[in-house]
C-alpha cells in the first residue's frame, strides 16, 4: 500500500492549485504552521497548525471516556501558540485512519472540554510534555479539504457576530447546557449600570 502524502505536503498542493496565497512556517517550532488570506478583511490571515492522526492509539496508556475513534492527543503547546494568534487562528487536523478533517478554531480550543496531562518525556534529562485529550467530534467536521476551507472561511465570515454579539453559550461540545437563575429584566440593567459608573 502507497503511504498518504503527508498532511503538510497536501496542504501545500491544495493552496497552490487554487492559487490561494500561503505563508508556510511549517519547518519553525515559533509560528503556526500556514498562514492564508482572510478573505472578507484585507492584510489579515487565518493562521493554523496542521496536525495529523497517523495511526491508532493504545488505550490502556490514556485514562479517558472518549471512543478511540474519535480520540486525538493535542499539544498544550501548539494550542498555546494558536491563541496567541488570536482570534483568527486554529489548528486544522487530518485524520489518516478514516480520510476525515477536522477545524478547531481558537474559540473551540478555548471552550470545548478537554483533559490536561503531562507526559514523561527522557531526552537529555527527564521532563513532561503538555498533552491535550481531546475528542474530534468537538471540532467542525468536513469531507475535504474544499469542506475545511468553507468552514474557516464562515468562521472568518462570522468573526464578529461570534465574538460580540452572541449572548447564549457558543458552541455545541456535547454538553447539557441548563437554563438557571432568575430571569434578567431590564430593571437588572439599569441598577448594573448605576451601581458600575
Not at 492549485?17 to 509560528?31: F, G, N
Not at 474519535?70 to 499539544?75: A, G, L, P, Q, R
Not at 455545541?172 to 459608573?197: C, F, K, L, M, S
Request: net charge positive; aromatic share 14%; proline share 5%.
Amino acid at each position: 500500500m502507497e503511504k498518504p502524502l503527508s498532511f503538510e505536503q497536501e496542504l501545500k498542493d491544495f493552496f497552490h492549485a487554487r492559487k490561494i496565497l500561503c505563508k508556510d512556517r511549517s519547518d519553525s517550532y515559533r509560528y503556526p504552521d500556514f498562514s492564508i488570506p482572510d478573505p472578507f478583511r484585507n492584510k489579515k490571515y487565518f493562521h493554523f497548525d496542521a496536525k495529523e492522526k497517523r495511526q491508532r492509539y493504545n488505550m490502556h496508556n490514556w485514562q479517558t471516556d472518549i471512543p478511540e475513534a474519535h480520540f486525538f492527543i493535542m499539544d498544550d503547546l501548539a494550542a498555546r501558540k494558536i491563541l496567541a494568534y488570536a482570534p483568527r487562528s486554529g489548528i486544522i487536523v487530518r485524520n489518516n485512519l478514516n480520510g476525515k478533517y477536522f477545524l478547531f478554531t481558537v474559540l473551540d480550543l478555548f471552550l470545548m472540554p478537554k483533559k490536561r496531562v503531562n507526559r514523561p518525556i527522557r531526552r537529555n534529562r527527564d521532563a513532561f510534555k503538555g498533552k491535550w485529550l481531546t475528542d474530534l467530534r468537538m471540532g467542525g467536521e468536513a469531507g475535504s479539504m474544499e469542506d475545511i476551507l468553507a468552514l474557516v472561511y464562515d468562521y472568518l465570515r462570522n468573526l464578529e457576530s461570534v465574538y460580540l454579539s452572541i449572548l447564549q453559550c457558543y458552541g455545541n461540545y456535547g454538553e447539557d447546557i441548563e437554563e438557571q437563575g432568575i430571569v434578567r429584566r431590564p430593571e437588572h440593567w439599569d441598577t448594573d449600570i448605576a451601581e458600575t459608573r
